[in-house]
């Protein structure tokens, strides 16, 4: 059996469509002067199998090489912290001078985008939540170089 795009009746051009939107708003990293990105994953996305060994460990290669990057810091979540933050999807808060604070929240069936304080603050807080019970960078780096080779073996 093929593996699954994850959504039913999405076609291949449909896919390759969002894949290169998602490699376009990646591009912001790499400005001369990009912005300051703080990013935690939870441990089990390394082990869910998304596509084929060769693309789970092209994708964790990706964030190794990401984290060399001065103002890219990676953190990961790992399966014993038994947190249950952020479980109901990802979440982005942004931060520009002179401007309020602004999330983007990920849901099953669509997105969202907001600037009202509250909600902000309740992700903001939820954040420092899931950072605190995340493993330091270099202990995060060390996890992704072992997961890795569970893919490459």
Request: one cysteine or more; hydrophobic letters at 40%.
């Amino acid at each position: 059996m093929p593996p699954q795009s994850g959504e039913p009746g999405v076609s291949v051009e449909e896919i390759e469509k969002h894949v290169i939107a998602r490699m376009e708003r990646q591009a912001i990293l790499n400005r001369p002067k990009p912005p300051m990105l703080w990013v935690v994953i939870d441990e089990g996305v390394m082990h869910r199998p998304i596509g084929s060994p060769a693309v789970m460990a092209a994708q964790l290669t990706h964030l190794l090489e990401a984290d060399q990057t001065p103002r890219i810091t990676l953190q990961i979540l790992p399966l014993n912290a038994y947190s249950t933050t952020g479980l109901l999807g990802g979440f982005a808060i942004a931060t520009a001078r002179g401007t309020a604070e602004t999330a983007y929240v990920e849901a099953a069936c669509n997105a969202q985008v907001t600037d009202w304080m509250e909600s902000v603050g309740t992700l903001a807080l939820r954040y420092e939540g899931i950072r605190a019970e995340a493993l330091p960078q270099r202990e995060s780096l060390k996890l992704i170089e072992e997961t890795m080779k569970r893919w490459t073996s």
